[in-house]
């Protein structure tokens, strides 16, 4: 070898060993102390995953996921530096699946004896504090800030309806659906709840409440009859919550910090989630299994992330070729697929759906859902081994609709109109210029009700049951995630630790037993996808798109795709 070629051969070993030697004193320095208090601060968005590594990465640092919170929290419990656990809480971007899942894995880490306090400067201030309330419930005790409130009312939904706003515009919705309960279509078409929406909205409302109230009612050692007398004389001032047992402490923060002191010591030291979590993870070694993430609304091609918000989309070319990846990986035992979606393409769904149903039999699949699986979110679900949800997840909605707005009104308003010519007689067919024609709505109700009954067929060679067993639940009505374990559509109560123990059961693995998680689709920097020239959501290819349909089709609010949800009320 040269001299030039040694000595490069130097230069390079001497940064490999000073990156391996800076790694090691981060990590060593990351180590907690004997006696440490282990804090997560749960103030902010909450997500699965964070896919792309984008602008907000590069500005504000990488946001903590909802895995790293529950790894965290399940090393912490068996961690005997870590003492005790204090949860912050103000206001988490979270839907009721995921405070479950925190409230689980807080539950967890006191098991063994191990203290957790709760702090809330307020449970809502002039808002709802439903949310931050339930959550800080799963701890042994909840300080509350001297000038906080508890602002726990119960729960309302109130789904918005413009048809109002439509007729003003003169813009006229021309749809239909196969489901009497799939009501996204009717917020579109109507004014107010029809008998079935409010059916399924009063369910849904009942089966959240009651899960609200026997939460609270086990955390405070209660009965639900006195919670829901307590929530029904709320809101509450901090003296009267303190009175009503709802709190146990009336405290500003440093007054906690020094509750937590033995006797005679100083304040515990006291770690972050993310500090402590670059001493080491808890989903590093031991049998691997693929943990794939299909998140945000179903569409065509490849996984979109906006790299300004962070929303996702559910590619079906993404997430069936990390379905793929994973069966035929054979260092791979099992697959987690983690679902939250409200749906969308009903194509995509299905090219989604067939990867599944191809893994079915090589290796145990399991789907764990989050907040929201239904509709479409269900349809890349059913087919797997077992399902686990979250008892307030939101799902199902075994059902479709489609249409279009007519726009021509609108142009009209404002001084723009339109001439054509055609030739084929269906040629206005998806023009939003003319309502269907009677010949093509009954081309677009067969088109309707051929999706229906695959949705409905393939939901019930995936559950083990019949059609019309399906057809009976289905009819595009949403369910919670208790109701639906107890129709057949899901199988087990849980998040996605009980969906990991699942998989590893059906793998003939110790379900206790830690894990390799290798995590697919593999992540994506922004600044790759920009240099490799890559389309992202905010890219100037996809803002003309945006721009020309605006022009040619007018103002357009229709739903996702034929396979998309309803509303769905959110604990706030």
């Keep these: 070898m040269s001299k030039s070629g040694k000595r490069a051969l130097f230069i390079v070993g001497t940064l490999v060993a000073g990156l391996v030697a800076v790694a090691y004193m981060v990590r060593m320095s990351s180590q907690p102390a004997a006696g440490s208090v282990l804090e ?9 995953h964070v896919e792309v590594e984008g602008l907000s990465h590069l500005f504000g640092g990488r946001k903590l996921t909802l895995r790293d919170d529950l790894e965290a929290l399940r090393l912490a419990r068996d961690d005997r530096r870590i003492k005790g656990l204090l949860v912050v809480i103000d206001g988490p971007g979270a839907g009721s699946a995921k405070l ?16 957790a306090v709760a702090y809330l400067e307020t449970a809502g201030e002039f808002s709802a504090g439903n949310r931050d309330y339930y959550l800080a419930t799963a701890c042994g005790s909840i300080w509350l800030a001297p000038p906080g409130d508890i602002n726990l009312v119960g729960m309302r939904a109130e789904p918005p309806f413009i048809r109002g706003t439509l007729d003003l515009l003169g813009i006229v919705p021309d749809m239909d659906h196969i489901g009497k309960y799939k009501s996204a279509m009717n917020t579109y078409t109507d004014k107010e709840m029809n008998e079935a929406f409010r059916e399924s909205m009063e369910a849904l409302v009942g089966s959240i409440y009651g899960q609200l109230k026997r939460g609270i009612a086990k955390g405070r050692r209660m009965t639900e009859e006195q919670v829901a007398a307590l929530i029904d004389d709320g809101p509450y001032i901090g003296p009267r919550a303190l009175q009503a047992k709802l709190v146990d402490r009336l405290g500003y923060r440093d007054e906690l910090e020094d509750s937590l002191k033995e006797k005679g010591a100083d304040s515990p030291p006291i770690v972050k989630v993310g500090q402590y979590l670059k001493a080491g993870r808890f989903y590093t070694r031991g049998p691997k299994i693929a943990l794939i993430y299909g998140l945000g609304g179903v569409s065509r091609g490849e996984n979109q992330t906006n790299p300004l918000t962070g929303d996702m989309t559910m590619g079906s070319d ?36 067939r990867q599944v149903a191809l893994t079915k039999g090589v290796k145990p699949f399991v789907v764990s859902m989050g907040d929201v699986a239904a509709s479409g979110g269900y349809f890349v679900a059913m087919g797997a081994d077992k399902i686990v949800a979250e008892p307030a997840t939101i799902t199902a909605s075994i059902g479709v609709l489609a249409g279009k707005l007519v726009t021509t009104g609108f142009w009209n308003k404002v001084g723009i109109t339109f001439d054509a010519v055609q030739r084929g007689r269906h040629a206005t067919f998806f023009s939003t210029s003319a309502k269907y024609t009677p010949e093509e709505r009954e081309i677009f109700a067969g088109w309707l009700d051929r999706i229906y009954k695959d949705f409905v067929g393939k939901a019930a060679k995936g559950r083990g049951k019949t059609y ?7 009819q595009g009505r949403v369910w919670s995630g208790e109701d639906a374990l107890r129709l057949g559509l899901v199988d087990e109560m849980g998040g996605l630790s009980a969906a990991l123990r ?32 890559e389309e ?37």
Excluded: N
Aim: hydrophobic residues 40%; glycine residues 4%.
């Design 468 to 474: 019309d067993q399906i057809h009976a639940v289905a």
């Design 318 to 353: 993404t997430t069936a070729e990390a379905i793929k990846k994973a069966r035929e990986d054979p260092s791979i035992k099992a697959i987690v697929f983690r679902v939250d979606s409200p749906g969308g393409s009903y194509i995509a769904s299905d090219v989604i759906y």
């Design 536 to 572: 992202t959501t905010t890219s100037y290819a996809a803002l003309q798109r945006q721009i020309r349909k605006l022009i040619e089709e007018g103002p357009s609010i229709e739903p996702d795709g034929v396979l998309s949800m309803p509303y769905v009320p959110v604990l706030r």
């Design 40 to 48: 997560l601060v749960l103030d902010d968005d909450i997500p699965d």
């Design 100 to 115: 479950q899942e925190l409230r689980d894995a807080i539950l967890d880490f006191q098991k063994e004896g191990k203290r």
């Design 502 to 533: 699942r998989a590893l059961v059906m793998a003939h693995l110790d379900p206790e037993a830690r894990v390799q998680l290798v995590v697919l689709p593999e992540a994506k920097s922004w600044f790759s996808q920009f240099w490799s020239g």
